[in-house]
């Protein structure tokens, strides 16, 4: 399988959310870190996508972790790695397009995946990493918006390192 890096979008995160929804690819959009003497902060992230049936949630995986495949039908995920580093897939069933993108400390910024794309991560490194993620409708436990796959289910996609 081939797989190619989302697009980069330098504009807004709202026009990269509608550019996602509207040609059904998944989109990167770089952040810089503010930075002072006292540290360092990635600020006003997410803003102007949330909405009242969205919600934020945080997760670690552990290294040697694949959380993949899943997709959703009325939902777009929004990915940060605060910590360490993950390998986002993506993949068009449809089209039988993949795209792969290491996100994290030292590559900020956020991954947009519209409806109905297959998505997971896989953790990269030996470190734990931590995944901000805001979605657009929130969890129904009565009614989840997912459907699930196994994290080998589409043959190729390339979860491993990729020595180059």
Request: hydrophobic share 35%; net charge negative; aromatic share 10%.
């Amino acid at each position: 399988m081939n797989t190619t890096t989302p697009p980069t979008f330098s504009g807004s995160l709202p026009d990269a959310h509608a550019k996602a929804l509207e040609t059904r690819t998944p989109q990167f959009v770089p952040t810089s870190h503010f930075t002072d003497d006292r540290g360092w902060s990635l600020m006003n992230q997410m803003q102007g996508v949330m909405s009242d049936q969205g919600q934020i949630n945080f997760s670690v995986q552990y290294p040697g972790v694949i959380k993949a495949w899943h997709r959703h039908t009325l939902q777009t995920d929004f990915w940060m790695a605060l910590v360490g580093h993950l390998k986002v897939g993506v993949y068009d069933q449809d089209s039988n397009t993949a795209w792969s993108i290491v996100i994290g400390e030292k590559r900020p910024g956020t991954v947009i995946i519209p409806p109905p794309l297959w998505h997971g991560a896989a953790t990269v490194g030996n470190t734990p990493a931590g995944l901000l993620y805001y979605v657009t409708h929130s969890y129904n436990p009565a009614k989840p918006d997912e459907e699930r796959a196994s994290h080998d289910a589409f043959p190729g996609f390339p979860w491993h390192v990729e020595h180059k």
